[in-house]
Nanobody, 119 residues
Framework: QVQLVQSGGGLVQAGGSLRLSCAASGIVFSINTMDWYRQAPGKQRELVARITSGGSTNYADSVKGRFTISRDKAKNMVYLQMNSLKPEDTAVYYC?????????????WGQGTQVTVSS
């Protein structure tokens, strides 16, 4: 399996920036894509950004142009740089790794980290 440990997050004013980090350990060679999700109170968890093993990225429309996902394979890290933050970005953010081992797919999740954007 893969273990994911998140860091970063916190409280920031609107217009500010934060960077989230996610460190992967375990059978990291099995990771296909790495994602950042978020879940706001009373809302469903939503996909914010995705990066594939080949480096392709995609983003939710709500964060395009403001958030950047990146991956350092050598360090087994994935990052989410969040700029021009808005109060509506307030949520618990989770990193996730989509795995495939011997044809079996699964997902590993980080512990979550709170991001709060004040107006």
């Amino acid at each position: 399996q893969v273990q994911l440990v998140q860091s970063g997050g916190g409280l920031v004013q609107a217009g500010g920036s934060l960077r989230l980090s996610c460190a992967a350990s375990g059978i990291v060679f099995s990771i296909n894509t790495m994602d950042w999700y978020r879940q706001a109170p009373g809302k469903q968890r939503e996909l914010v950004a995705r990066i594939t093993s080949g480096g392709s990225t995609n983003y939710a429309d709500s964060v395009k142009g403001r958030f950047t996902i990146s991956r350092d394979k050598a360090k087994n890290m994935v990052y989410l740089q969040m700029n021009s933050l808005k109060p509506e970005d307030t949520a618990v953010y989770y990193c996730a790794a989509a795995l495939e081992v011997a044809g079996t797919k699964s997902t590993s999740w980080g512990q979550g980290t709170q991001v709060t954007v004040s107006s």
